[in-house]
């Protein structure tokens, strides 16, 4: 088992940034391909973006690239999303998830979630 908590979140105005980080404790971390993922009210939950076990292999949704960087520490066992130049429709719940196995961006593979973290962004 792997146990996730987001952190960062809030609201800002458009143009702003925030950093949300995502601590995991339990199973090895540095096993563990993680993701971001976000969902908004009355939305599915999307795919943001995900990084692979060493960070040599990272993916962007085509809405966040040139935005957002996540990145993580394995020694601190924690993966970060820096959200830069955000919008409104960047206003969402978002949702850090991890799999035992290689990079996707697909919902259902992600093994476990954490509780998500509101990020409002005003107009």
């Known amino acids: 088992q792997v146990q996730l908590v987001e952190s960062g979140g809030g609201l800002v105005q458009a143009g702003g940034s925030l950093r949300l980080s995502c601590a995991a404790s339990?199973?090895?971390?540095?096993?563990?391909?993680m993701g971001w993922f976000r969902q908004a009210p009355g939305k599915e939950r999307e795919f943001v973006s995900a990084?692979?076990?060493?960070?040599?292999?990272?993916y962007y949704a085509d809405p966040v690239k040139g935005r957002f960087t996540i990145s993580r520490d394995n020694a601190k066992n924690t993966v970060y999303l820096q959200m830069n130049s955000l919008k409104p429709e960047d206003t969402a719940v978002y949702f850090c998830?991890?799999?035992?196995?290689?990079?996707?961006?697909?919902?259902?593979?992600?093994?476990?979630w954490g509780q998500g973290t509101q990020v409002t962004v005003s107009s």
């Open positions: 990084i692979s076990t060493r960070g040599s292999s990272i």
């Open positions: 998830a991890a799999r035992y196995g290689s990079m996707t961006m697909t919902t259902p593979t992600y093994n476990y």
């Open positions: 339990g199973r090895a971390f540095s096993n563990a391909a």
